[in-house]
T-cell receptor, first 112, second 111 residues
Framework: NAGVTQTPKFQVLKTGQSMTLQCAQD?????MYWYRQDPGMGLRLIYY???????DKGEVPNGYNVSRLNKREFSLRLESAAPSQTSVYFC???????????FGSGTRLTVV | AQSVTQLDSQVPVFEEAPVELRCNYS??????LFWYVQYPNQGLQLLLK??????LVESINGFEAEFNKSQTSFHLRKPSVHISDTAEYFC?????????FGTGTSLTVIP
């Protein structure tokens, strides 16, 4: 099925551990995004990539790094996880223009 | 910067009753408007969007939203809700290639 695929779906980390969240889209979209969703706070943009080879900080980039590996893939890395990074993470992609986002199904991350 | 306000964090409504989920945004300068729906433990899905043209837009499952430029609003309505409409609804605004989300409204349909 065409769309945005995120892996893993669930993950538990210990404080200080690192991990990479993977995201891939097969719709030939130019732009890709990483959001976190927390209760009562809606969606907050962590990083985005307007096109292959570029990345920019969003609203809450601290503690995260990203890599736009190619047009299809956009990964999010936590170098040293903290309990404050417990959240649900969503990857999204969009074509050029104002056509809205396509979201992945999310990664539920718990840091203990 | 743009801000999106969804005043109602939770809306309970009885099955087959009408519902309105409110959305206001801060700036009317050339914006594009969206509603997304999130079912439990799933990602967000595009419900409907306003890009241009008619200010009333409809979705395939009976929701509609009206773009009101003077009131900077994009309220979502459905005349008769179903149990399956229970979900979280997010309003979003695109301005100058930036996307802004509201904090969401949890719609609970009561049998």
């Amino acid at each position: 099925n065409a769309g945005v695929t995120q892996t893993p779906k669930f993950q538990v980390l210990k404080t200080g551990q690192s991990m990479t969240l993977q995201c891939a889209q097969d719709m030939n979209h130019n732009s890709m995004y990483w959001y976190r969703q927390d209760p009562g706070m809606g969606l907050r943009l962590i990083y985005y990539s307007a096109s292959e080879g570029t990345t920019d900080k969003g609203e809450v980039p601290n503690g995260y790094n990203v890599s736009r590996l190619n047009k299809r893939e956009f990964s999010l890395r936590l170098e040293s996880a903290a309990p404050s990074q417990t959240s649900v993470y969503f990857c999204a992609s969009s074509p050029a223009g104002h056509y809205g986002y396509t979201f992945g199904s999310g990664t539920r991350l718990t840091v203990v | 910067a743009q801000s999106v306000t969804q005043l109602d964090s939770q809306v309970p409504v009885f099955e087959e009753a009408p519902v309105e989920l409110r959305c206001n945004y801060s700036s009317s300068v050339s914006v594009y408007l969206f509603w997304y729906v999130q079912y439990p433990n799933q990602g967000l899905q595009l419900l409907l969007k306003y890009l241009s043209g008619s200010t009333l837009v409809e979705s395939i499952n009976g929701f509609e939203a009206e773009f009101n430029k003077s009131q900077t609003s994009f309220h979502l309505r459905k005349p008769s809700v179903h149990i399956s409409d229970t979900a979280e609804y997010f309003c979003a605004v695109s301005e100058r290639s930036q996307f802004y989300f509201g904090t969401g409204t949890s719609l609970t349909v009561i049998p």
